[in-house]
Each structure stands twice: as structure tokens, then as C-alpha cells.
């Protein structure tokens, strides 16, 4: 599964940045995960603007991951399902799957131990969050082909 953005659609709401963040939030509230939790989970999405063009960068989850061959430690893998996943406790914190990455889907989590953050398409749901949540299905979840 890999989520599709459909750059035409989205109209840079950044629900999809709010409600990743609640779902990686401790508490799964938007009011706690804001407001109250200490260290704030960080968004697994972010949304770019330029002018009037805005859409949703994320992990693409691509077949032939860059992030993942980079990777010194093993932390980037992709699992038996084809989730390019990240294990933040063999990271290191080098940031070389930030540099090979062609989109830029990779984000540093500065909020500890310095350790990479990225799209794990929500683990446990069915949907991803930030899919579930785009009012203009700029987000859609797609069978790989």
C-alpha cells in the first residue's frame, strides 16, 4: 500500500499534518496532543507551498528504497508487506537516508536522541490518518501495482 497525492486536490488545509501528529500523539487527542503532551509528536507529513500549489510530502515507500540500502544501521527496512519502516532505536542519527531520499520524505526528530522520522502509514489502522482525514482527497490510499 503507498499513499497517492494528488497535487491538483489539495488545497493546504495541513489536516493531514495535524491529525499524523495525533495519531503518533501519546494520548490520540487533538487537544491533548497540542496543548498538553511534552515533547509534541512530530506531523510524519508535511505539506509544501509554493504560490497557489501546494500538496503533501511524504514517504513514498518506494520498491527500491535509497533510504534503506543508506542506511548504516539496519534502522531503515522495509517489512514483508513492502512499509519502508523506521526503527528509531538502531538509528544513529548519521542522516544519510535524509540525503538519498529523491523526495525529501525524511524529516530529523531533534526532540531527544537525534534520530530520523518518517510516514509508517499508521500501524494498526487501516487507513492512514492523514488519508482518512483530506477533506478534497488530495491523500488516497492505493494498492501497489
Given at each position: ?7 491538483e ?59 534503506v ?18 526503527n528509531?532505536d ?43 482525514h483530506?477533506?478534497n ?9
Amino acid at each position: 500500500m503507498k499513499i497517492q497525492i494528488n497535487e491538483e486536490f489539495c488545497i493546504g488545509c495541513r489536516l493531514c499534518e495535524v491529525y499524523c501528529l495525533v495519531e503518533h500523539s501519546q494520548s490520540k487527542d487533538i487537544v491533548k496532543a497540542f496543548k498538553r503532551e511534552a515533547p509534541r509528536a512530530l506531523a510524519r507529513v508535511h505539506v509544501e507551498e509554493n504560490g497557489p500549489v501546494s500538496f503533501a510530502l511524504q514517504c513514498r515507500h518506494c520498491n527500491t528504497p535509497s533510504c534503506v540500502y543508506a542506511c548504516l544501521t539496519g534502522a531503515m527496512h522495509k517489512d514483508e508487506n513492502g512499509v519502508v519502516l523506521h526503527n528509531p532505536d538502531r538509528c544513529i542519527g548519521c542522516w544519510s537516508c535524509i540525503m538519498v531520499c529523491p523526495f525529501g520524505a525524511i524529516t530529523r526528530d531533534e526532540r531527544g536522541r537525534k534520530v530520523a522520522s518518517k510516514c509508517d502509514l499508521c500501524p494498526g489502522r487501516t487507513t492512514p490518518s492523514c488519508v482518512e482525514h483530506c477533506p478534497n482527497e488530495a491523500l488516497t490510499l492505493v494498492a501497489e501495482a
